[in-house]
C-alpha cells in the first residue's frame, strides 16, 4: 500500500463519523480577514486551510517545517532529501486538509506522520549514501581537537545510523528526537505500540554495540 | 528487576527515566541506587541520547527560507484541498488508482462504442435464410458412393 495512503488513511475518520469540513474549528467562524492566524492553534489553522486559507496553511507550515526537516534528515540521512521531505509532507497535507480528524491525535502528530512515511518511502529507494555524505553537524567544541574528536563521533554515529532499517530510523526520529510518547509514535507510523518498541530496542542496541568504544 | 532487564529497558525507553513504563520505572531506580553495573549502562544510553541529540542539526535560515518560498509556491498552484467526504478520484495523492484519471475520456469512450456494437448487433435484422444452404439440397447434392 503507498505511504501516501497509508499515513492520510490512518488519521482519516470514517466519512459517516465525520462532521462537516469546517466544524472542527469552526473555520467559517471567523472572516479570513479577522482571523489571527500568528496566535491560533494548529487544529484551528488546518481547519482554515481546509477552507482554502492559504495563509493560514503558511503559517501551519512555518511552525512544523524545521521538525519535518529533522525528520527527514534523521530518516534519509541527507540534507537535500530531508528538504523535499518536508515540503512533500506539507504539500500532502494541504491536499488533505479537510480529512484530518482532531479526534484522532494533534495536527503535529499528523505532520510527522505523512513526513516519516515520505521519508521511509525516499530512504528504500535511494542508493546507500556514501560515508562523506553523513549531514553536517555544528562542532560545539571551540578548541580544534574536541572539535575533531566530536567531528569522529559523528561521523561513527553516522556510519551506525546507516546500517539501521528506515523504520528503525524513523522510530527514532519520532520517540528520541520528537519525543512522542510510544502510542502516539507508533500511530505515526501506523503500527502497534510493540512493534515501536521492538524497533527501538533493535535501534539503540545496535547503535550501542557499534559505538562501544566511544560510548564508554 | 535485574541487570539484563534494566539493560533492556533502557535500549526500549532510553536513559531518560520520565520516558521508562510506571510498571517498571520503581524496580529501575532502586536498581540505579544498588547496582554500579545498572549505572554503567545508565550511562552510556545517556551518552547515546548526548550523540544523537547532537547528530541532529535544524535546517539553517536559508534552508528554511527556501523550504518555506518552494511551498508557498506549490501550494499557490495546487487546487484547495478536498472536501472530506471527497471520493478517491479527487484526491491523487492519497489514490493509487490515480494514475488512470487521464485515462477516464478515453475509457469513457471506449465504453460507448463497445454499447452502440452491442445495440447493433441485437437489433440488425439477421442473415437472411438460405434454402438452397440447407441440410435437404446440401445432401442431394453429395455424391453417394455407388
Redesign the interface.
Known amino acids: 500500500m503507498p505511504n501516501a495512503l497509508l499515513s492520510i488513511a490512518g488519521w482519516e475518520a470514517p466519512i459517516t463519523e465525520r462532521s462537516s469540513p469546517d466544524a472542527a474549528p469552526k473555520a467559517g467562524a471567523v472572516p479570513p480577514l479577522a482571523r489571527d492566524r500568528a496566535a491560533a492553534a494548529d487544529a484551528v489553522l488546518l481547519g482554515w486551510a481546509a477552507a482554502g486559507d492559504r495563509l493560514a496553511f503558511d503559517q501551519l507550515a512555518t511552525r512544523h517545517l524545521p521538525a519535518l526537516y529533522r525528520i527527514g534528515l534523521r530518516i534519509t540521512g541527507s540534507a537535500a532529501e530531508a528538504e523535499e521531505v518536508a515540503q512533500e509532507a506539507l504539500l500532502r497535507a494541504w491536499r488533505n486538509a479537510a480529512r484530518f480528524d482532531p479526534a484522532r491525535g494533534q495536527v503535529g502528530t499528523w505532520l510527522y506522520s505523512i513526513a516519516s512515511h515520505a521519508a521511509i518511502d525516499r530512504a528504500r529507494r535511494a542508493a546507500p549514501l556514501p560515508l562523506d555524505a553523513a549531514p553536517e553537524t555544528a562542532d560545539p567544541a571551540p578548541d580544534p581537537e574536541a572539535a575533531l574528536a566530536a567531528r569522529e563521533r559523528q561521523a561513527l554515529l553516522g556510519a551506525a545510523l546507516r546500517e539501521l532499517p528506515p523504520r528503525q530510523r524513523a522510530a527514532l526520529a519520532l520517540s528520541h528526537d520528537q519525543g512522542l510518547s510510544g502510542a502516539e509514535a507508533a500511530a505515526a507510523l501506523s503500527i502497534s505500540t510493540r512493534a515501536l518498541e521492538g524497533l527501538l530496542r533493535r535501534a539503540r542496541f545496535l547503535l550501542a554495540s557499534r559505538l562501544r568504544g566511544i560510548l564508554e | 528487576m535485574r541487570p539484563e532487564t534494566f539493560s ?1 529497558l ?5 536513559a531518560d527515566p520520565a520516558r521508562w513504563p510506571p510498571a517498571e520505572a520503581e524496580a529501575a531506580r532502586r536498581l540505579l541506587a544498588d547496582s554500579a553495573e545498572a549505572r554503567a549502562l545508565h550511562r ?2 545517556q ?3 548526548a ?2 541529540d ?6 539553517d535560515a536559508q ?2 527560507a ?3 518560498a ?3 509556491q ?3 498552484t ?1 487546487p ?7 471520493s478517491i478520484w479527487d ?1 491523487p ?4 488508482w490515480a494514475w488512470l484519471r487521464p485515462l477516464w475520456p478515453a475509457g469513457c469512450g471506449a465504453l460507448v462504442t463497445l454499447a452502440a456494437c452491442l445495440l447493433w448487433l441485437n437489433l440488425a435484422p439477421g442473415p437472411a435464410a438460405q434454402p438452397w444452404l440447407g441440410a435437404p439440397p446440401l445432401l442431394a447434392m453429395v455424391e453417394l458412393p455407388e
Do not use: I, K, Y
Open positions: 533492556g533502557l535500549d526500549t525507553h532510553g552510556r544510553a551518552a547515546l541520547a550523540l544523537l547532537e547528530s541532529l542539526p535544524g535546517p534552508a528554511l527556501r523550504m518555506r518552494r511551498l508557498a506549490a501550494v499557490a495546487a484547495p484541498p478536498a472536501p472530506a467526504g471527497a484526491s495523492g492519497a489514490s493509487p
